[in-house]
């Protein structure tokens, strides 16, 4: 059994910054990549930012430059930063890791979502 879980996020004006962390615990042997999606109201869920095994990294055009991802393989952790907020980045952000167990089963595990809010 496996379980992300995401902290941070909150309520920031524009221009400001934020981090949100995922961290993922239970039968892991790797994990495989780490990632973020965000669904703002009314519109469909999109990728934000996905960093693989190899810390390669591929962003949404909306967030280059302005968004960050990291991973802690040791505590297998991925860290969203997130500066020059702006208004239209507000959404529910989602993390997700693709893991596969000892068993060698692999699966996309989903966190629980954090709001991130930007007042303009």
């Known amino acids: 059994q496996v379980q992300l879980v995401e902290s941070g996020g909150g309520l920031v004006q524009a221009g400001g910054s934020l981090s949100v962390s995922c961290a993922a615990s239970?039968?892991?042997?790797?994990?495989?990549?780490m990632g973020w999606y965000r669904q703002a109201p009314g519109k469909q869920r999109e990728l934000v930012v996905i960093?693989?095994?190899?810390?390669?990294?591929n962003y949404a055009d909306s967030v280059k430059g302005r968004f960050t991802i990291s991973r802690d393989n040791a505590n297998n952790t991925a860290y969203l930063s997130m500066n020059s907020l702006k208004p239209e980045d507000t959404a529910v952000y989602y993390c997700?890791?693709?893991?596969?167990?000892?068993?060698?089963?692999?699966?996309?595990?989903w966190g629980q979502g954090t709001q991130i809010t930007v007042s303009s």
């Open positions: 239970g039968s892991i042997f790797r994990i495989s990549s």
């Open positions: 997700f890791a693709t893991i596969v167990s000892p068993s060698g089963y692999s699966g996309r595990y």
């Open positions: 960093i693989g095994s190899g810390d390669n990294t």
